[in-house]
């Protein structure tokens, strides 16, 4: 037994820095609860090591013991009341002592009141809003890892399908309450380093909470299979001083009005379609593809549809409301007129098509 | 197939031939040859998906498929192995082996057993028909979650017909199966002197009768949602997507011992015999397995530690997930109590069921990391709980089917399976599906999601190594077509007892068995 342990202080002293550096387990904790998580994993594992070489060392000593090779004789015992009893009742003792740290784990996750910050996080096919409901700031974060790099064409990035052109921003040390819900189908938001999963239930609402140690950059990614574009689907949450976290309310509030104006002001047919092809490359192209031929069967081809070739209203209805039971979601809270103007003209010139171009104002007059 | 089944004893009655008898036979091991003929045949076609999956996922990057396809493959993938293979091999061991381990001359409804029998093909070529279906097949996940079910073409409701169709089969199989056990056994078997794999899939039975109607009433009410108006999983009309998972999950945890009852059965028959010494501790095994059964519709909860469910509703799921580790610990604990002192062999069942033990405990080990909901909810849906499944129902469930069709080819065949093939067979299986499954630990702990066709490039690696041991685990199957094809054609000659350390009614018959067997009520004792 002297031999096992000092074994056992060995793997567990001497490799876990290796561990580490081939990422053998958790990530790294970067918040409170995910530092909780991680000791319970480590004790957990710890538990069920030891009992795994007890239990198979007195099997693996028994097939070699009791070889027949070996000219052993087999005994006839078939019950031991005494070793029955011993072996239900330790483990059921063991049991409760893993069941006790938990409990208070389960607690501490489930406690979300008192948040310093609530932000809530809304699902999409398949992107991320980010909603600073006592702030007034909202914005979709979206993937930017490029089509090419997927493709094999072009190298990876370092954060090759972990990278978002908004990332989510919040202070370091301060309780951040998250709302989840979703647009369309289940997703799950996910960070490994703070330690938060928790699924997006369209309909409904369910929060949970986090507090990061420090500034730093963490990634996740969707963890619920929610279609075609599950895979793609990050979470970056950047973690800023409570300073800068201020700088950078002040300057995403700014910008958010800037916006707000730029959306009514007059803008060329060229410029329109330069920014409705950017807008089709974030939210369309996952399913009508970069060449708007769609993909037979399950999404429609863009290129030479009637809808885009004939009347803008109907065409114009349509991005605004989707198409219930099919994968085409409403655009009409995801994306301003200005937004949505420019990715329907953009579709209406594109690939031979040859509708007429629209407007914001057009978009505007439809939305109900 | 002709030493698989020996003309009729006495020409008492004609039987057809051909193509005929298969489709009308109503004899329990014609049935029992064409379950495992299905589950070999469909084994070929969701083993060649996951091939397909683990070469997607060799490398980061999109290469052989599109993520539409993809998600295809991970559905079909899951359905068809556990519906396609893994049930139906149990079913096939239960009809020839219960009627000869209980002295009965066939199961208790003979024609429903071939009805029963002959859905399942139908089911099958439905599930592999809608992939050519407009939209491909269904892309959902095999746990068929609402609202994303709802979005899918009509293959999603040739899928709905299809999972009704299995589990009408199911649920006669389970009704034949459990009243062949509680009418038929030979005169003085009481309960408690069946053999062990009688008892385990009488549990099974009932598990099967209870809970696949469930399973059909939450199919149907996807098909009612998707097409006659209903708002049962929709929040928009009333309705809430995370009842489904409850119902779903209901049906899902009694079927994941559906799953594994009956290789418990199969390894406490293979251990004592290689053991040549009894089962240790028989009763409790029995307590043990009907416990298990028990708590198994207390857990369906676990399933969903991240839907954000009360703290209470956590406890109460976790409490009782780590319960079944009792039950399950006294499983293994017996086991090893019955190869101590014993005078062991190892041929290949007991090499599989010896490898069952080691690696199904893995598997249950890392289901108690997952019980525990803080680490659940940084594991849910990744691949931690994609290496935990496999290794409860590769290493678990496969590895036991994989012993018991050893064990019994003589009995079944007449001819002992090629010692030298089966011991390859072994050897790389275990080898390979450790280099598959272990890695998927790491990935999980490290932040990779299940049913990806892409990854960050922190995963590369430990990817790459599963690949590699998937395909020689896949490759090493065929290994058993081989060896399997071999010993049905010849071989060495098996005695009645082929085994020396077996016991039991089903050796009390000649290898290969008659066609008709027990026809004379044999009295016990």
């Known amino acids: ?60 000593y028994a097939l070699f013991k009791y070889r027949k090779s070996a000219g052993h004789a087999a005994r006839h015992f078939h019950a031991n009341a005494t070793v029955e009893v011993i072996w239900t009742v330790i483990p059921f003792f063991i049991l409760v002592g893993m069941a006790w740290p938990a409990t208070r784990a389960i607690l501490a996750q489930k406690d979300t009141a ?8 809304t699902g999409y096919q398949w992107k991320w809003e980010y909603d600073y409901l006592q702030d007034g700031v909202k914005f979709m974060s979206n993937s930017t890892t490029p089509a090419e790099q997927i493709a094999n064409v072009a190298a990876k990035g370092a954060y090759y399908l972990r990278e978002v052109d908004q990332p989510m921003v919040v202070p370091a040390g301060k309780k951040v309450r998250l709302l989840l819900t979703s647009h369309d189908v289940i997703h799950s938001w996910w960070v490994p380093e703070l330690g938060v999963k928790q699924d997006a239930i369209p309909g409904f609402i369910r929060d949970t909470w986090f507090r990061a140690d420090a500034p730093g950059t963490y990634r996740g990614q969707c963890a619920e299979l929610c279609g075609r574009g599950h895979g793609f689907m990050p979470v970056v949450v950047e973690v800023k001083s409570p300073a800068d976290y201020q700088i950078w309310l002040a300057a995403r509030k700014a910008g958010q009005a800037a916006e707000v104006a730029a959306a009514t002001e007059p803008i060329s047919l060229a410029a329109l379609k330069q920014r409705g092809e950017k807008v089709f490359t974030v939210s369309c192209a996952m399913c009508h593809q970069a060449n708007g031929q769609g993909i037979p069967g399950a999404f429609p081809a863009l290129a030479g549809s009637p809808l885009v070739n004939g009347p803008a209203a109907a065409h114009i209805e349509w991005v605004l409301n989707g198409k219930p039971g099919t994968a085409m979601p409403a655009f009409k809270d995801q994306m301003n007129d200005a937004d949505i103007a ?13 509708g007429t171009p629209v407007r914001a104002a057009d978009v505007k007059a439809l939305r109900r | ?25 109503t004899n329990h091991k014609d049935i029992g040859t064409l379950y495992f003929c299905f589950a070999a045949t469909m084994f070929l076609v969701g083993g060649s998906m996951a091939m397909l999956i683990r070469a997607e996922l060799f490398q980061p990057g999109l290469q052989l498929v599109q993520p539409d396809l993809f998600n295809q493959l991970t559905t079909l993938h899951g359905l068809i192995m556990i519906f396609g293979v893994i049930m139906p091999a149990f079913t096939g061991f239960a009809n020839w082996q219960v009627p000869l381990m209980i ?13 029963s029998f002959w859905l399942l093909p139908v089911a099958g070529l439905f599930l592999l028909f809608s992939m050519v279906l407009p939209g491909g097949a269904v892309a959902a996940g095999w746990t068929l979650y ?38 038929m056994r030979a005169p003085g078997m009481k309960l408690m002197d069946m053999p062990m794999f009688v008892w385990t899939w009488l549990i099974t039975g009932f598990l099967l009768i ?59 028959t293979v251990l004592p015999t290689f053991a040549r010494k009894p089962l240790f501790g028989y009763r409790s095994m029995v307590y043990a397995t009907a416990s298990i059964a028990i708590l198994s519709f207390l857990v369906w909860g676990h399933h969903m530690f991240t839907v954000g469910m009360p703290a209470a509703a956590q406890l109460f799921f976790m409490y009782t997930t780590m319960l079944i580790a009792v039950p399950t610990g006294v499983k293994v604990f017996n086991w090893i109590a019955t190869l101590w002192q014993g005078s062991l062999s190892f041929e290949a069942p007991m090499l599989f069921a010896l490898a069952f033990v080691c690696l199904f405990t893995i598997g249950g080990f890392s289901g ?6 803080p680490v659940d909810v940084q594991l849910q849906d990744t691949y931690y709980v994609v290496a935990h499944f496999h290794y409860v129902l590769v290493t678990g469930a496969l590895f036991a089917i994989y012993a018991g069709l050893y064990y019994w080819l003589p009995k079944w065949t007449g001819h002992l399976p090629d010692p030298a093939l089966s011991r390859w067979h072994f050897w790389l299986s275990a080898i390979a599906v450790n280099v598959l499954f272990f890695p998927m630990h790491f990935l999980g702990l490290a932040g990779m999601p299940r049913r990806i066709p892409d990854y960050a490039l922190q995963f590369a690696d430990f990817n790459r190594i599963a690949s590699i041991g998937g395909f020689i685990f896949g490759a090493s199957q065929i290994l058993l077509l081989i060896v399997i094809v071999k010993c049905v054609r010849g071989g060495e000659k098996a005695a009645a007892c082929a085994w020396e350390g077996a016991e039991g009614l089903e050796w009390s018959v000649p290898s290969p068995a008659p066609y008709h067997t027990f026809g004379q009520p044999r009295e016990l004792r």
């Open chain 2, 146 to 183: 609402p609202p994303l079910f709802l979005q899918g073409g009509i293959s999603y409701d040739l899928t709905i017909f299809a999972i009704h169709i299995m589990g009408m089969s199911s649920i006669m199989g389970a009704i034949n199966i459990v009243t062949t056990i509680l009418n």
């Open chain 1, 342 to 354: 420019a990715v329907i003209t953009y579709e209406r010139a594109a690939w031979g098509n040859r």
């Open chain 2, 103 to 115: 002295g009965a001359p066939d199961m208790a409804f003979p024609r429903m057993n071939n009805w």
């Open chain 1, 114 to 121: 008192n948040p310093e910050l609530t932000v809530k996080v």
């Open chain 1, 1 to 60: 037994m002297g031999h096992r342990r000092q074994w056992m202080v060995l793997w567990v002293t001497g490799v876990q820095p290796v561990w580490a550096d081939w990422a053998f387990n958790l990530p790294a904790p970067r918040s409170d609860i995910a530092a909780r998580i991680n000791d319970l994993h480590v004790l957990i594992l710890l538990i069920c090591l030891g009992i795994f070489l007890v239990v198979f060392g007195a099997m693996f």
């Open chain 2, 368 to 373: 108690l990391v997952l019980a525990m909901v």
């Open chain 2, 210 to 268: 209870a809970v696949m109607p469930v399973l059909a009433g939450a199919v149907t009410m996807l098909l009612t949602d998707r097409n006659f108006g209903t708002h049962f999983f929709d929040a928009g009309g009333g309705g809430d997507p995370v009842m489904f998972q409850h119902v779903f999950w209901f049906f899902g945890h009694p079927e994941v011992y559906i799953l594994i009852l009956p290789a418990f059965g199969i390894v406490s």
């Open chain 2, 1 to 25: 197939m002709d030493a698989a089944a020996p003309a009729l004893p006495h020409g008492q009655h004609s039987a057809p031939a051909g193509l005929w008898r298969w489709l009308t036979t």
